[in-house]
Every structure is written in C-alpha cells, then in structure tokens.
C-alpha cells in the first residue's frame, strides 16, 4: 500500500459516518466530495501503474454483466423489504427521523426484524433532503466514484499487498465496516453482500466498467427510482 492510498482508505473510511452526522443536503455534498477527491487518488495510482485506461474501458459483454447482478441483488431487497419488513404498504412510509416506532413488547425475531426496519426507514430518512432528479444524479455520481475508490484504490492496493483473493475480501469486509460509523445497521448488512459481489467483478475481471454499472444500476433502483420499496408511498 502506497501513502496516497492509505490517505485513501482512511478517506473512505471517516466518510460514511460524517456525512451521516451532517445529514441533509450536506449529506450528499459530503459524499461527492469525499469519494471525488478518494476516486482522484484511485485514478492518479492507477494511472501511475499504467492501468487506468484498461480498468475504465469498456467492453462488450460489460452491460449484461453489470445488469444481471445488479437486478438480481436488487430483487432480493425488495422481497426482504416488502415481505419480511414492511409487508403492510403504510410501513413503507419514512421520514427524517425515521418514520417505524417498533412494538414495545416485541421480542425474538419479531424484535430484530423491527429493529432492522426501524434502521432502514433512518437510514432512507436521513438521506431524504434531496429528491426527484437531483437525487438521481447524486446516486448516480457516488456510485462511480465510490467504485472507483474501493476497487481501484482500496481493493488494488490490498490485493498488491496480499494477493487478489485475500485483498478482494479484505476490501469488502472494510467496505462494510466503515458504515457502521453511522451507527446504523442497515447500511452495513447492505453494503457487505454488495461489496463482495462488486469486489469480485474487479477482482475476475480486472476492469472497473462492470462494477461501476452494476453498482449505479442497483442505487438507482434502490434510493433514486420510484419503484423503490423504501420510497414513501
């Protein structure tokens, strides 16, 4: 691992939890901030190792491999979202303090699958100062960068250090931790299934274009579009 990119992971490692203590619009800010000066760094190492232009292309095959996963992860959201946490439509609803107040005598799974819904509608709420198609950009943006910064900055770096394998897990066990700054569940049990299936794009593939695809596919999807199944009906 270089200097820069230990700058880069302890980057994206403070991110998650500062954007989510500034909420809001500055939430957002935050973010596209954050993961455009860690995706420079991402960039400026790649291109020093001569493998930016290789990592970025695109190529054929690249659309479906970056849609299949991303429909496919998107598909098992939902059915957790609309069958297991919120099968009554009204629990959908959100706000920026989160909208679910769980059942006080709740207990056993009843309990762990309120507390979970409860840390999904904070975690949606948080994020709900900025909407329509300026929400949409900003998803869109961040995704790119943040794959450009954890795959071709953190998951490179550690896979230079300890192997492909090795670093490809270690990046997505990091990947998650880091979202348990916001100190809320529910973007941590997310991110670490995701991480995996992104890191092992880049790590079998060896392009970022795949990832990056599936990644701003699967966002859309699940905080931009209004199909979404955390979007307050």
């Known amino acids: 691992m270089t200097p ?3 700058i880069l992971l302890a980057l994206c490692a403070v991110l998650p939890a500062l954007a989510w203590r500034l909420g809001g619009a500055s939430l957002w800010y935050s973010l596209v901030l954050g993961y455009g000066a860690a995706a420079s760094l991402a960039a400026w190492e790649l291109a020093q190792d001569g493998q930016l232009k290789a990592a970025l292309a695109p190529r054929s095959g690249d659309a479906t491999l970056g849609l299949l996963p991303a429909m496919v992860l998107f598909g098992l959201v939902w059915l957790l979202v609309t069958r297991v946490l919120a099968p009554i439509p009204e629990l959908r609803f959100y706000t920026p303090d989160g909208a ?7 207990h056993g799974l009843q309990a762990a699958t309120e507390w979970l819904r409860e840390s999904a509608c904070a975690a949606m709420g948080r994020s709900s100062a900025i909407q329509g ?3 949409v950009a900003y998803v869109l943006a961040i995704a790119a960068l943040e794959e450009l910064a954890w795959r071709g900055g953190v998951q490179q770096g550690l896979s230079e250090r300890f192997g492909s394998t090795r670093g490809w897990l270690l990046a997505s066990a990091l990947y998650a931790l880091t979202q ?3 100190l809320n569940a529910a973007p941590a049990l997310l991110a670490l299934p995701c991480g995996l299936l992104w890191g092992a794009m880049y790590r079998f593939r060896g392009r970022l274009a795949p990832s990056i695809l599936s990644h701003a596919l699967f966002s859309w999807a699940l905080f931009a579009h209004n199909s979404s ?3 307050a009906r």
């Open 4 to 6: 820069s990119r230990w």
């Open 100 to 106: 679910w107040v769980g059942r006080a005598d709740a």
């Open 133 to 135: 198609s300026a929400r």
């Open 180 to 182: 348990l700054g916001t």
């Open 229 to 231: 199944p955390f979007i």
